[in-house]
């Protein structure tokens, strides 16, 4: 099972892909892209629709999963939002099913550990650190991916 795990935030796309199960997860590739300009939304939809193409091709997923921001403030609807939307159209397209997780869904259960385990930390005992880029939102990337092996 391979699976391509997105978080998204205002100027950058993260992406993750894993393989393997829950209990054996293999990081096959992470990264940061900077977006374009926000404030030209047609041209970065079609950014966003080019670059989530690009990895859907390259790493072929079983699955797609993406961090999900229930309420974004309008000016991050662009950045946020309407991607997510290219994102599952593209899901659809290439029939490859796509899962959501908010950050209320991101929990220690999802993994079967107990409740109190700090999942950023058990990334790193997991994986080990893979510099540069490696903060919350890489390991957000990673988390939803790995949620669907």
């Not at 939304?41 to 999963?65: G, N, R």
């Not at 397209?93 to 079967?112: D, V």
Request: with cysteine.
């Amino acid at each position: 099972m391979k699976a391509l795990g997105i978080a998204l935030q205002k100027n950058y796309l993260r992406f993750a892909v894993l393989d393997g199960n829950q209990d054996n997860p293999n990081l096959l590739e992470k990264g940061r892209q900077t977006t374009c300009d926000p404030e030209d939304v047609p041209t970065l939809m079609d950014w966003y629709e080019t670059h989530f193409q690009h990895l859907i091709s390259e790493h072929k997923p079983d699955c797609i999963a993406y961090k999900l921001v229930l309420e974004p403030k309008i000016e991050q609807q662009h950045n946020l939002s309407f991607p997510c939307g290219i994102l599952n159209l593209l899901a659809r397209k290439e029939g490859i099913k796509i899962n959501e997780f908010s950050q209320r869904a991101i929990t220690p259960s999802k993994l079967g550990l107990s409740k109190g385990i700090d999942l950023m930390v058990h990334i790193d005992t997991t994986f080990g650190e893979h510099p540069p880029y490696w903060d919350k939102y890489q390991k957000e990337a990673i988390l939803v991916a790995w949620f669907c092996l």
